[in-house]
Nanobody, 132 residues
Framework: QLQVAESGGDLVQPGGSLRLSCVVS????????IGWFRQLPGQEREGVAC????????FYRDSVKGRFTISRDKAKNTMYLEMNNLGPEDAGTYYC?????????????????????????WGQGTLVTVSS
């Protein structure tokens, strides 16, 4: 069955970088819309970055533009989130998700944050801590 597993969360100093990974089993990234989401302390889950399989278009929430990059390695069936210049405001639990046939990358980020991925699944989450 479909399974997604995040890794790479760690303790990092402000201004530091991390790369999160998500290994997908039972589903090929050749056919998948992909996204990264996070839940900050005391807040609802929010879309961070999404990529539409149909045309490779991407969406980033305003607070991470220029700092985070979503990517995929189809040969390894793995997706990534490169995070640079991290701050305390980025600390929380990060989740990957895969799905299908979202109307746009922005729609995947907004819809999946509220309702879950369309024709897909969540990972279990990986914790990112930003502290001196």
């Amino acid at each position: 069955q479909l399974q997604v597993a995040e890794s790479g969360g760690d303790l990092v100093q402000p201004g530091g970088s991390l790369r999160l990974s998500c290994v997908v089993s039972g589903f090929t990234l050749n056919k998948a819309d992909i996204g990264w989401f996070r839940q900050l302390p005391g807040q609802e889950r929010e879309g961070v970055a999404c990529l539409l399989n149909y045309d490779g278009s991407t969406f980033y929430r305003d607070s991470v533009k220029g700092r985070f990059t979503i990517s995929r390695d189809k040969a390894k069936n793995t997706m990534y989130l490169e995070m640079n210049n991290l701050g305390p405001e980025d600390a929380g639990t990060y989740y990957c998700a895969v799905g299908q046939t979202h109307p746009s990358a922005q729609a995947m980020c907004s819809m999946t944050a509220r309702l879950g991925p369309q024709r897909g699944a969540w990972g279990q989450g990986t914790l990112v801590t930003v502290s001196s």
